[in-house]
């Protein structure tokens, strides 16, 4: 079975500070996904950021990285220069690749609210 | 590209009464689409994953009766909440996915109110 924690339910920065959300997972699979998600309060799933498990580097999207210990198991979310359009919830997901096309459930994390202060 | 739509977006409705959610993948074809209720500031939880052509598959707790599922085309999907209660008011939310692709697509969810 699949585990992913995210241990801080609240985070708050100023407006331009760059903000890490931490994300550990749990898995016996080699092969899998790791996700993050936005959902502003409107409640739309926003897709941010995709890790693959082979991956080498570290995904970057914009302002948003993926910092990916597969060591530590985790793989947090760092937002650099935060707006305040980024206030909103944000999961962390994982998703186990079974082999061929065969993809295992989405497992989410608790999620983190992150307020950004002017 | 990637769109996916729900109909209703929210939703008021009578105890005792039935629901019907749409999930639409607009420009894909869906060979899976999931169903997910989230409550208020929790996490997404998934209810059932369905295969075009074939019954849901419904996870442990999820009441395969009342939260009825059909997935009849490749682009749409239906959840039905029948003899819907206070308690089923909750936001639902439903994903797809394309063939080989290991992404989600999410639609916007529905919030449905049961008074």
Redesign the interface.
């Known amino acids: 079975a699949q585990k992913i924690t995210q241990t801080q339910p609240g985070m708050f920065v100023q407006e331009k500070e760059a903000v890490t959300l931490d994300c550990t997972y749990d898995t016996s699979d080699q092969s899998y996904g790791l996700f993050w998600y936005k959902q502003p309060s409107s409640g739309e799933m926003i897709f941010l950021i995709y890790q693959g498990s082979y991956d080498e580097q570290n995904a970057t999207e914009g302002r948003y990285s993926l910092n990916f210990q597969k060591a530590r198991k985790s793989a947090n979310l760092v937002i650099s220069a935060s707006q305040l359009g980024d206030s909103a919830m944000y999961f962390c997901a994982m998703r186990v690749h079974a082999g061929g096309t065969s993809y295992g459930k989405l497992t989410f994390g608790q999620g983190t609210i992150l307020t950004v202060h002017p | 590209g990637a769109v996916v739509s729900q109909h209703p977006s929210w939703v008021i409705c009578k105890s005792g009464t039935s629901v019907k959610i749409e999930c639409r993948s607009l420009d894909f074809q869906a060979t899976t689409m ?1 169903w997910y209720r ?1 409550f208020p ?4 939880m ?1 209810m059932a ?1 369905s295969n075009e052509g074939s019954k849901a598959t419904y996870e442990q707790g999820v009441e395969k009766d009342k939260f009825l599922i059909n997935h009849a085309s490749l682009t749409l999907s239906t959840l039905t909440v029948t003899s819907a209660h206070p308690e089923d008011s909750s ?1 639902y ?1 439903c ?1 797809a ?1 394309a ?2 692709d ?5 639609g ?2 529905t ?1 449905l109110t049961v008074t």
């Open positions: 999931f989230q500031k929790q996490s997404l998934l994953t936001f939310i994903s996915q063939g080989k290991y992404e989600q697509y999410f916007p969810g919030r």
